[in-house]
């Protein structure tokens, strides 16, 4: 069998390079036949890699231990499901679970395409071939999932790494890899547009649809692997700035912005040579995350391990991409050529030309963090951590006028809006946001950054119920209906513009989960059995500690019991279960309370089986589930702009899209204070509150332990951890100040690598200018062109094509115009 | 349990084979059908002789197997199009990918107003930008319209030059003297000697071989035409 995988993997190689030839060549030379044996190949090399794909899912659900690949990422005792979720749990399988997603992919886009493109189709395979060629090589030349021991096989696996024995971890890579995948479509179609030259907006059609489906992946992965995080790896936070996290989100960056860079090219013509930058930077960003989690220039979590000969392929295939693309793109400049102008800056085209700034910043912000140690090692030797404190405080503000803008762009006229206009449309949003926010004031929130991101959740919610009432009362005068209908017409009529609001509503709804975070309350206790303490609202009381097994694991739990207002209301199961094969890598069990207002969240840290007690962390973690919600509004409305337009008249008729608002309102309503309770009860242990400090430095100092992908010391399970957690706390008890509590670790490790972001100091003073100086490049580049732009108006005007007065003709185009209705 | 797994098996097949269809008509058996029979015997072959059966084992391996059916047959559609005669691909000149080009301007320049109304309707404009762009808009859909006839006119042309193009080329082969006569026939309104006439006394399209009344064979009609 792993000689047949192998021949498999040889002979897909040897047709992708003939795929690359043929469609090339029949291109060139006018030739049909050649062309139609291209595509034929094309589908054979998917085919092929659904044939390798079947012998090493197989290999790993008859345990065949003597490939090496299977046995160091399966055991016999493996759940079927997590068996096969093994085939793309390590480096070898990924690429090519990777190889054959791009293939069905690529076979379905050029399957749909191939008569409606006729003339990109050949470059359309080339492209895709050629890539899906490089990853073959890997496979062919370094990492082939099909080698075998030389020595005899062992009697059984390694086991898949048990954080990843999860149900979110089973689908969130699937998710996010073909989110990652599909963006090699629009980039194809980019090229074949580009090498061809026929770059009138047939092409973007496509592109557009591709981006939409690889942007919608993209988002529920990113979900699942918050979801993930969450759920798994128990430090009650979803989101750590982890390399491989930031992986998936640069491509995401760049995918909104192209997706909504590319309206002002439909209507405007404008912007041209800048969507085809974002297609190229997209797909090169989805190879550059690959690259970074696989070859080991980023420290995290689950990066695979380094690898220098597989980042050396990796960086001469990037460089590839980036000459060959941007080469076209020069080559075709004189083509891309368009006409750009800026009526006002008080237009949707300058909003979007905003949103494009912010996003491509964020982009660049993320990128620049994350490789930052990596060039500080390179450059100076020192190895430094850039934590989630260092991008929290770039991405807060970021984030929030991000939200901003998406309250203002809908709002905002193409080319013009005046003053009269935009006191109609903003009066009731900016009253909102006001409201909102006096209060918060009023009722004693103190957490700026929340109370302002209510503010604008509020903004942006009644924007986008302004324009559906209003869309919606402009129909009914028009059509005569009843709202109701006129709202589902709406979508009928402009189905992306407002699929685009819900899934704005979907990003409205995620800030309101992030704002929550704001109001996190957390505690850390050891308790005996019997003994109970507070913490939020809740009543936590531990009753035992259970140590069970199985034939995989040794599990120890703990029974706890939550009460609320005196009652009993649930019973919860932290555990930490240690795999026979990696006693070493305890996975952590968390026991969630999810409910709608706030999740109650309990992780076991530490336990004495002599004295059943058991160390508890607690969290409250207000609005988080509002998170997943949104992300699965954003979802929706993305399936909803793909709908075609005849499914739409049924589809939208079952989903009121303001249900979710009128929910989103009445929570808004609700009190998400947490206040504290006084017990009177001989068992009762009150958590101590850290100080400030104390609380803040286990967010600034990163565990040294060397296998938890430097998580912050507040966050990670393991023993180091808890004791730096010690020390630290025995320090701000010792009245140290931050700075000497700073120098006592540099001293210690020699270096800046416990700080959670580099000191603002020296060389790493440029961790901390550079967002500015991308910032302000690139809101001077974007005034300039706006202000080039926006002149350009100013000059004589083209001659307005003349057009005879006929009446006929005129009424030609009102009926057409009524037509559109 | 063979047949369960063939059922799938052949699913997968159906599914990948649709890759290789051309414009043709669906006549009889084709090359897929070969393929999708062939992996459904391996498949039932490969589960009768497979020494582990856990059910996932089985469906796993027909799978496999269907993929390699897929497999083949995607090597056929490589080879096949080798051996075909060329097709010219006609009817694609520069010419209409302008006419398309000015179609979908003319299209967005149309929605483009249409969104304008829109957005004055619910105030995002007011009246005189409104005048002034969707008087500029509008000069621009007129002036694509005007145009797009004229290209039509042009289109039609083409279209003529086609048709006599092909009465040529359907002269020179057999078939000419019916095309002839059905063209005579409509020239001097159906009247036509040529008409084919029912036993029934109804007058039919000299090319019919059915009665449209009564459903009668025309044979000797069809036979002289």
């Given amino acids: ?821 | 349990m063979s047949s369960e797994i063939s059922i799938e098996a052949k699913g997968r097949v159906s599914v990948a084979a649709p890759a290789m269809d051309d414009e043709r008509v669906d006549d009889g058996f084709r090359p897929w059908h070969f393929f999708v029979l062939a992996s459904i015997l391996l498949a039932t072959v490969a589960v009768i002789l497979a020494r582990q059966s856990t059910p996932a084992h089985l469906i796993l391996i027909s799978l496999t197997i269907a993929a390699a059916g897929a497999a083949a047959a995607a090597f056929y559609r490589m080879l096949a199009p080798l051996t075909a005669p060329v097709v010219v691909r006609t009817g694609e000149p520069v010419s209409e990918r302008t006419r398309a080009a000015l179609e979908r301007e003319k299209m967005l320049v149309l929605r483009t107003i249409k969104e304008l109304e829109f957005d004055r309707s619910m105030g995002k404009l007011s009246q005189a930008d409104f005048d002034e762009m969707a008087g500029r808009l509008r000069a621009r859909a007129l002036s694509l319209m005007k145009q797009l006839d004229l290209d039509a006119a042009g289109y039609k042309a083409a279209i003529e030059k086609e048709l006599a193009e092909r009465v040529r080329r359907s002269e020179r082969s057999g078939g000419a003297k019916r095309f002839k006569g059905s063209e005579r026939s409509e020239r001097s309104g159906g009247s036509d000697h040529h008409a084919a006439v029912c036993a029934c006394g109804t007058s039919n399209d000299p090319d019919a071989l059915f009665c449209k009344k009564c459903g009668a064979r025309l044979l000797a009609q069809g036979a002289t035409a």
């Fill in chain 1, 1 to 821: 069998m792993p000689a047949l995988g192998t021949f498999v993997l040889l002979v897909s190689f040897v047709v992708c390079a003939y795929a690359i030839a043929a469609s090339v060549a029949g291109a060139r030379r006018r030739s049909t036949r050649l062309v139609e044996s291209g595509i034929g190949a094309f589908y054979l090399v998917t085919a092929l890699m659904t044939v390798a794909s079947g012998i090493l899912v197989h290999a790993f659900v008859t345990d065949n231990f003597a490939i090496r690949y299977v046995q160091r990422y399966s055991d016999a005792a493996q759940p079927l499901a997590y068996k096969i979720a093994s085939y793309w749990g390590g480096l070898d399988g990924s690429i090519m679970f990777w190889v054959f997603l791009l293939g069905c992919f690529g076979a379905a886009a050029v399957y749909v395409n191939r008569e409606r493109h006729r003339e990109l189709i050949p470059y359309v395979v080339a492209v895709i071939a050629a890539t899906e060629m490089f990853f073959i090589f890997l496979m062919v030349i370094h990492n082939n999932p099909f080698s075998t021991f030389l020595t005899p096989t062992p009697a059984d696996g390694a086991g898949l790494n048990p954080l990843l024995q999860n149900f979110y971890m089973a689908i969130h890579p699937p998710a996010l890899y073909i989110g990652f995948v599909a963006m090699t479509i629009p980039f194809a179609f980019g090229m074949a547009a580009l090498i061809t030259g026929f770059l009138d907006d047939s092409w973007l059609r496509a592109v557009r649809r591709w981006t939409m489906v690889g942007w919608m992946f993209l988002t529920f992965g990113l979900g699942l692997g918050m979801l993930w995080a969450y759920e798994e790896l128990g430090w009650g936070g979803y989101w750590g700035w982890d390399p491989v996290e930031n992986a998936g989100l640069l491509p995401w960056f760049t995918a909104t912005a192209f997706l909504h860079s590319v309206m002002v090219q439909e209507r405007r013509g404008m912007l041209r040579v800048w969507n085809m930058t974002l297609v190229i930077l997209t797909f090169f960003l989805t190879i550059f995350g690959t690259f970074m989690t696989r070859s080991g220039v980023v420290q995290s979590v689950h990066a695979f391990g380094e690898d220098p000969q597989l980042a050396m392929l990796f960086t001469i295939f990037m460089v590839v991409i980036l000459t060959f693309s941007f080469g076209f793109v020069i080559y075709r400049l004189p083509l891309l050529k368009a006409r750009n102008e800026l009526d006002s800056w008080a237009s949707r085209e300058a909003a979007f030309l905003a949103n494009n700034w912010i996003l491509l910043f964020s982009a660049f912000f993320v990128l620049f963090a994350t490789m930052y140690p990596t060039l500080s090692e390179a450059l100076r030797g020192e190895r430094l951590t850039v934590g989630p404190s260092f991008f929290n405080r770039w991405m807060l503000p970021i984030g929030l006028i991000l939200l901003l803008l998406t309250g203002i762009g809908p709002l905002l006229a193409w080319r013009k809006s005046t003053i009269a206009n935009l006191i109609h449309q903003f009066l009731w949003p900016a009253t909102a946001a006001v409201v909102t926010g006096v209060a918060l004031v009023a009722a004693g929130v103190r957490v700026w950054a929340s109370g302002i991101c209510f503010a604008l959740c509020a903004w942006v919610v009644v924007t986008i119920v302004q324009e559906f009432i209003r869309g919606a009362g402009v129909r009914k005068q028009t059509t005569g209906t009843d709202l109701f209908t006129a709202l589902v017409g709406l979508f009928g009529r402009s189905r992306r513009r407002y699929a685009g609001y819900i899934v704005h509503l979907g990003i409205v709804v995620m800030f309101f989960g992030f704002a929550g975070e704001g109001f996190k309350n957390e505690a850390e206790i050891t308790l005996k059995p019997g003994q109970e303490t507070a913490i939020g609202s809740f009543i936590v009381r531990h009753d035992a500690l259970r140590v069970t097994s199985d034939a995989q694991k040794q599990m120890i739990t703990g029974h706890v019991t939550v009460l609320e207002d005196g009652k009993e209301i649930g019973q919860m199961r932290p555990a930490k279960w240690y795999y026979e094969k990696r006693v070493e890598e305890p996975t952590t069990e968390v026991g969630i309370r999810r409910a709608i207002g706030e999740d109650l969240y309990i992780v076991l840290g530490g336990f004495e089986v002599a004295t059943q007690s058991a160390t508890y962390k607690l969290t409250v973690n207000p609005l988080v589930n509002w998170v997943w919600f949104g992300l699965g509004l954003m979802v929706i409305g993305s399936i909803v702009s793909m709908l075609p337009e005849s499914m739409f008249a049924v589809a939208m008729a079952k989903m009121p899209a303001g249900a979710a608002t009128t929910a989103l309102l009445l929570v808004l309503m609700l009190p998400g204070l947490v206040h504290a309770q006084h017990i009177e009860s001989p068992n009762f242990v009150p958590a101590v509150p850290k100080s400030q400090l104390e609380k803040d430095l286990q967010t600034e100092i990163i565990c040294m332990c060397g296998t938890c992908g430097r998580k912050r010391i507040g966050e990670c399970t393991c023993g180091l951890a808890a004791q730096m957690r010690d020390e630290v706390a025995r320090l701000v008890a010792e009245g140290k100040t931050r700075e000497q509590i700073y120098e006592y670790y540099i001293a210690k490790y020699g270096s800046q690598e416990p700080l959670a972001s580099p000191l603002n100091k020296g060389f790493n003073r440029l961790a901390w200018l550079f967002p500015y100086l991308i910032g302000g490049t690139g809101a001077m580049v974007l005034g300039v062109l706006a202000f080039r732009w926006s002149r350009r108006e100013a000059a004589p005007e083209e001659p307005a094509p003349a057009v005879a007065d006929d009446p006929l003709l005129h009424e030609r185009l009102d009926d057409e115009l009524r037509d559109l209705d």
